[in-house]
């Protein structure tokens, strides 16, 4: 379930007029864009985006850019933007890191569906005249390379059928080259990257059946070795996506100094679809809510920033 | 330019009728069903099939499967269907050969535009609940599998821009590679897969232009080595896709006894689009006119059909 609140009725060209009425003058008025923008939906913020470029001939983001800044500028902008347009803007950021952010290339190749993925594929060659696949292969090399490319170009098939037999030898196959620590040969990436969802977890489920124990333990080893990340991400990516994000929020949560992009991301991503399930995850593994846990990290505009998307207005 | 010659103004119903009259009684009038389909194009097939299934609550193409045989039957049901769904059959089959046929999955992944490609993963995945790359990787091995698996999952930036210092290195990287036989290296396949199509015409070119001789010309060797031609195969459905499609024809019209499959293939996939340009690079390199070739080498029902698709009716 969703946390966002978002009322019904809305006028975009009022919402326009109030953004802007907030950036003018000196200073600007955060919590007036924080109330208008953190409780309107994708498609609402889209319209406001076209009202504010119509009435202003200023695009909004660029606006908000200007009046911004830090963590607080980075989550709002984001927010503001076409999800699958974001996803691409994420991408494409994580790519450039120094040490690429493979982590979240994963996420959005393994969790959204098959046609969201090749939204946010659209989006990202609009965007930066190349493909995604492109920028991947350019900004990443060996073992890493291969995964990332694999699951970032495919299309899998989303039905819900699942091949008892096929889950039962692919099991087995995925045993046998973990077990030699063959990890980068070519079938545990193309099983991973080729078979639906479906037909995966049914397989990872045979695996822990026949071998008493997870894949993702199989593949636990020295804690430097990205590629074998890699391999655990993807697999916990299609397992468990709500289990997957509690962890995340988790790390960043827990890092010193807290992991604002990761948090931000997390929360901007999931707030329209299942923050609320997530929350739920997040709070009995750390006995702790995650409103508590942002009060406690968090600070200002930022702050309350996230605890309206997650429906929770300071007042 | 195309071939066909289709009618502006049609009736999809009356259409259903001729057919299905031409279907009954004793022996199939198999010429009225070339006259028929053979001049419609894709979205009046469509239509027709609509209609057939609406008034007699029959599959038009299981009717043309039963009341027809051999390379005639097999011609007018591909040319019948969808075009993207007609590409995913055409793939399917090609991977369940004994030996897959490598070259046809090249031809749909790099000489359609990226959405086209898009569209027959869709129709894919729809008609044998598999990814497309998920049959590729299942039903081929070792280099040939990489090289395929990249092309069929890619969605390439289709702008025309072309950044000409990309194409100076990239076409140094392929030339070492080439140089050093190392053609399984992860460059060659990574540039030929993830680069745009004017991004590569460019740096082919600028391959030609630094080395004096064409890249495919580096890729010739063992000729039984499927994994060079497949590199080869790329690079031509991507460099000029015409002259590629007329040399296929050659090959299938000069094969001992003609490979149906190859000549149906090529003038059903491409009556509607450029099929006249591609006779007319036949004609230049054979001294004969494909019309005249297939005169000479086909006959019957199936060498009117092929006719009519060239626009070259039998009267």
Chains 1, 2 share one sequence.
């Not at 208008?36 to 939906?41: A, F």
């Not at 990516?237 to 990761?262: H, M, Q, S």
Request: hydrophobic share 40%; glycine share 4%; proline share 2%.
């Amino acid at each position: 379930m969703a946390t966002i609140i978002a009322p019904k009725e809305f006028s975009p060209i009022e919402d326009a007029e109030n953004i802007k009425k907030a950036c003018l003058g000196w200073g600007t008025d955060e919590r007036a864009l924080i109330s208008i923008l953190g409780h309107r939906n994708a498609n609402q913020r889209k319209l406001i985006g076209l009202a504010y470029e119509e009435v202003y001939q200023e695009d909004l983001i660029q606006q908000l850019k200007c009046e911004l800044s830090g963590d607080f500028e980075r989550a709002i902008c984001h927010w503001t933007l076409d999800p699958a347009d974001r996803d691409a803007v994420l991408s494409n950021a994580a790519l450039k890191k120094d040490v690429p952010d493979y982590r979240l290339i994963i996420e959005i190749a393994c969790i959204g569906s098959p046609e969201e993925l090749l939204a946010v594929r659209r989006a990202y060659r609009h965007r930066y005249k190349h493909s995604i696949e492109e920028d991947v292969a350019a900004y990443t090399t060996g073992d890493i390379r291969k995964v990332l490319l694999a699951v970032v170009s495919a299309y899998r098939y989303d039905g819900y059928e699942f091949d008892t037999q096929m889950a039962d030898s692919e099991a087995v196959i995925l045993h046998e080259e973990i077990q030699e620590k063959a990890y980068n040969h070519e079938e545990l990436i193309r099983i991973l990257s080729t078979r639906s969802k479906a037909q995966l977890k049914g397989t990872f489920n045979r695996y822990r059946d026949i071998h008493g124990t997870s894949i993702t333990k199989g593949l636990l080893g020295d804690p430097t070795d990205h590629y074998l990340a890699a391999l655990r991400t993807t697999i916990r990516c299609i397992r468990d996506p709500l289990k997957y994000y509690a962890k995340v929020l988790r790390t960043a949560i827990n890092t010193v100094g807290t992991d604002e992009d990761a948090l931000s991301r997390v929360i901007i991503t999931r707030a329209e679809k299942d923050l609320k399930d997530i929350m739920k995850i997040y709070f009995k593994r750390n006995n702790v809510t995650l409103e508590n846990a942002i009060e406690r990290d968090t600070s200002g505009d930022y702050k309350a920033f996230l605890l309206a998307l997650l429906g929770k207005d300071e007042l």
